[in-house]
């Protein structure tokens, strides 16, 4: 993987990130309020299986 690769899938997280509070700024309130009900447990659980996800598309798409 060379660098322009790393930098166009940083900048893509970024753009992906940046659509919720901006179609909808309440539900993005909303859900990050949500989030910050949740136990440290739970947050790190929705981390692992994001980043298994994530591992799995990576693995299927190369």
């Not at 660098?3 to 539900?27: H, K």
């Not at 440290?40 to 190369?62: N, T």
């Amino acid at each position: 993987m060379n660098s322009d690769t790393f930098w166009n899938a940083i900048a893509l997280v970024l753009v992906i990130e940046g659509l919720l509070p901006f179609f909808s700024p309440g539900g993005w309130r909303k859900g990050f309020g949500q989030l910050m009900q949740l136990r440290d447990g739970q947050l790190r659980f929705f981390g692992l299986c994001s980043i298994l996800l994530g591992l799995f598309l990576l693995w299927l798409l190369a």
